[in-house]
């Protein structure tokens, strides 16, 4: 198997399933809508009636806003609960139990350990190269163990979490093209708003085993409504929506997204980014010369990953202080490690007096 489309990925048993047929459907018309045991009224708790009914199960309004800030078509795009939704749908309908194999490059975000395990979907782990000063994906790596062990999806991170590293662009089509037919190259975007690279959407026009995932949890500050988007080849998306849910996109959800979406929202958003970092660069700076602090790495996300000398020390101060971080230590190779989120300025000055007032014990 070298070359092929995409679809061939799918495990074999889902390539012709066709999942739910759901009540909403653009071949029935009417006005009289009794065909989903839905009730004849809205409830009293929700004035507008927008809840009464099941949602579209992918709706267009919004597929088209998050196409247009993503950069790709409609069709191109899969609404789902949280970018994890989609994390656990591809691992789903891509792997085989117990045949087909997941990589992640730990350290990692931990949901695509969580969802391979779940689907008994052996694990490839090629870490993060310790290059001194930042920690990286080791591409060869990378490409030498998907071919050896069977990966039928690659997880790459960038900007990675925890530890704030890009991978460039030429690197992922590298990867994407040494496993044409074989691998489905999955991007996590969760960060990238806060970074200088370009998405990898642009690669989708030439590489069809390259998928990317978006989410409005992080930079648009809509962690609760859920609503993250994956981008992959239109073939792929059909196929994902039919392993979905009937109705993954709750109306409310929607609602808050679509006016998250409009002009002047996305103004204060771009405004509060670039706040983001700014800070970033601030907090960075100046945890680099407090008392205690080994190394701090340069990030392209909305966090730092910290090494301390004592960082249960650090970490119990902070939490004295009523500052609650991320602590990194049971984390591969991260054992003096804790990944602090970047906060409002007010936020990262409690941060930066806890490690600072430290330098009398310390
Ligand atoms: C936070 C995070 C996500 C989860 O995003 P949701 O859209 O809220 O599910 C995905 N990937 C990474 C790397 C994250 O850090």
Redesign the pocket.
Known sequence: MSDGTVLDLVRSDLRAFAGYSSARSSALVGDVWLNANESAWANPADAQGIARRYPEPQPEALRARLAALYGCSADQLLI????????DLLVRALCEPGRDAVLVTPP??G?YAVCARLQNAPLLEVPLRDAGAALEADIDAIIAAALAGNAKLVFL?TP??PAGSTISLDDIERVARALQGRALVVV?E??GEYAEQASATSLLAHRDNVAV??????AHAL?AA???SLIAAPALIQTLRRCQAPYPVPAPCTALALAALEPAALEVTASRVAQIKAERGRLAAALQQAPGVVLVYPSQ?NYLLVRFNDAQAAFDALLAAGVVVRDQRAAPQLHDALRITVGSPEENDRVLQVLSARRAAA
């Open positions: 789902g609960r949280g970018s994890d939704e989609a994390i990692v975000f949901m991170c990675s979490n996590d969760a960060y995932l978006r989410t409005l949890s992080k962690a859920r609503i993250g996300g």
